[in-house]
């Protein structure tokens, strides 16, 4: 079978001539920080699922009943988590990317509002919280479709922006087909964006991070906020040091249900103060930086 042509593997990348980055004013890293929105997006069987969301603080349920208790560990995140984490923000002054799932803005139509309200970015992270490759073409092409019109519906104004749970190799010709997308984060093999060729159009990446995601404190990586707070500050600190030469991007990826708990929110508020300690530091939303890299890097200039 033929790859597509955006799904051919590269190892090379930009090499060791990567393009001279320049941050507006003059930033040494932008940061990047992203709030998963999921819950209400789940697997569940009471909306048809073979099996409950796998996916969570508990051993994964092997029977097709419903998990009250993954339910309601998700129904804390939209609860009470994206109040706690909404707050940080702005007592902290930063704006940020929500990946958020279109039923799950549906289930917290206030939320929803809210996130938009305050200045930052809702990037479409499917209708459903499931994996794209599960599906046809069809069906990945009804979640988009679904997607857009539940976060336009519900903010105002239409998400400009993709990142699902696992993409199938169908995904990215169909946000190209749809439109209305700028950008991608589907994938996490660089710092810095760039472009892809989909069905002979130029189409915009900007990475994301497997890493600096709270998710490790479900897979043991990070055991207290204090692991989680040090691996971050860290990982800043390298690419604040190598932005003297040529300034990156840093990801951090969160979660409502996650890094909004009392002991764990601490971490997120730790770092932020860190970096906002250092000047030249870019705290940036999706859709800035890929507009930013859209008009002073485009496809077209070699």
């Not at 073409?137 to 749970?165: F, H, M, N």
Request: charged share 30%.
């Amino acid at each position: 079978m033929k790859i597509p042509e955006n799904l051919e593997r590269d190892f090379i990348g930009y090499g060791n001539n990567p393009p001279k980055v320049e941050w507006p004013n003059k930033a040494k890293i932008a940061v990047q920080l992203v709030v998963n929105f999921e819950e209400g997006a789940e697997n569940s069987v009471l909306k048809g699922d073979k099996m409950p969301e796998q996916i969570g603080d508990f051993p994964p349920m092997d029977l097709p009943l419903r998990d009250l208790g993954l339910e309601s560990v998700f129904e804390y995140g939209s609860r009470v988590g994206i109040w706690r984490m909404l707050d940080l923000f702005d007592r902290e002054g930063i704006k940020v990317t929500f990946y958020a799932c279109g039923e799950a803005l549906e289930a917290n139509s206030l939320a929803a509002k809210e996130i938009v309200k305050r200045g930052h970015e809702i990037c479409s992270h499917g209708y459903r919280w499931y994996d794209h490759f599960r599906w046809n073409e069809e069906q990945s092409r009804e979640d988009i479709r679904k997607a857009v019109e539940a976060i336009t519906r519900l903010t105002g104004s239409r998400p400009v922006g993709w990142y699902c749970r696992e993409p199938g190799m169908q995904v990215r010709r169909l946000l190209v087909e749809e439109g209305g997308f700028i950008y991608d984060s589907d994938v996490y093999n660089d710092e810095i964006p760039y472009y892809v060729k989909v069905e002979g159009k130029d189409h915009l990446i900007v990475p994301y991070t497997s890493d600096c995601n709270d998710f490790h404190y479900l897979t043991g990586k990070f055991n207290t906020s204090e692991s989680f707070f040090q691996y971050l500050k860290d990982s800043f600190d390298v690419l604040y040091s190598e932005g003297a030469k040529n300034p990156k991007m840093m990801s951090i990826g969160t979660h409502t249900r996650i890094s909004s708990k009392p002991g764990r929110i601490v971490a997120l508020e730790r770092f932020i103060k860190h970096a906002k300690s250092f000047p030249n530091v870019w705290f940036a939303r999706r859709d800035e930086i890929a507009k930013w890299w859209l008009k002073n890097y485009p496809p077209d200039a070699g």
